[in-house]
T-cell receptor
Framework: GDSVTQMEGPVTLSEEAFLTINCTYTATGYPSLFWYVQYPGEGLQLLLK?????DKGSNKGFEATYRKETTSFHLEKGSVQVSDSAVYFC????????????????FGQGTILTVHP | DTAVSQTPKYLVTQMGNDKSIKCEQNLGHDTMYWYKQDSKKFLKIMFS???????INETVPNRFSPKSPDKAHLNLHINSLELGDSAVYFCASSQDPRTRWGSSYNEQFFGPGTRLTVL
């Protein structure tokens, strides 16, 4: 079945440090890939997405590139801020041959990021 | 003007009780979901409804019964609560993912969550 594996956390960084959170996936076909963020006490918000190979999703200084050859979708940010402290989830939605899905998101285990001033 | 709202935010109850969690969305979406997040933050889909029709039903005990009175509401009823049901339950909504439009822009909007504690 489909699965998503994220790097083990928690991750602790100083402000302005470079961030990478690794994400690899296993899926048949051509899934869409997502990064969601969960701030303390809140629900999940979509951070960025990519729907086909070599697509780069970006938002709020975060980027991730859909790499089909390595089945990866690593999240990066050049300079993190204290306000980026949250839990980050990598997720996939399988797309069938007709280009549609049932919207079933499969999530990775989440990576807790803490940024210190 | 909350997009996806859930009530209650916190629910503490005894084992064996029956409880419901309500979810409403005002985004005009026709697909809604329930997810369970365990104590280790792992998220797993439970159900999905499109226009009151069940389209995803994962392996969930039949003590859990979703009810969709209309496409803007998806409630979760849980019978005979057990300790292992303690978790945060998230509701979400999206465009119909079965359409080309929905699958390409399959952003799911999440509610703030309901923390259920079974004692």
């Amino acid at each position: 079945g489909d699965s998503v594996t994220q790097m083990e956390g928690p991750v602790t960084l100083s402000e302005e440090a470079f961030l990478t959170i690794n994400c690899t996936y296993t899926a048949t076909g051509y899934p869409s890939l997502f990064w969601y963020v969960q701030y303390p006490g809140e629900g999940l918000q979509l951070l960025l997405k990519a729907t086909k190979a070599d697509d780069k999703g970006s938002n709020k200084g975060f980027e991730a590139t859909y790499r089909k050859e390595t089945t990866s979708f690593h999240l990066e940010k050049g300079s993190v801020q204290v306000s980026d402290s949250a839990v980050y989830f990598c997720a996939l939605s399988p797309i069938n041959a007709g280009g549609t899905s049932y919207g079933k998101l499969t999530f990775g285990q989440g990576t807790i990021l803490t940024v210190h001033p | 003007d909350t997009a996806v709202s859930q009530t209650p935010k916190y629910l503490v109850t005894q084992m064996g009780n029956d409880k419901s969690i309500k979810c409403e969305q005002n985004l005009g979406h026709d697909t809604m979901y329930w997810y369970k997040q365990d104590s280790k933050k792992f998220l797993k889909i439970m159900f999905s409804y499109n226009n009151k029709e069940l389209i995803i039903n994962e392996t969930v005990p039949n003590r859990f019964s979703p009810k969709s009175p209309d496409k803007a509401h998806l409630n979760l009823h849980i019978n005979s609560l057990e300790l292992g049901d303690s978790a945060v339950y998230f509701c979400a909504s999206s465009q119909d993912p079965r359409t080309r439009w929905g699958s390409s822009y399959n952003e799911q909007f999440f509610g703030p969550g309901t923390r259920l504690t079974v004692l």
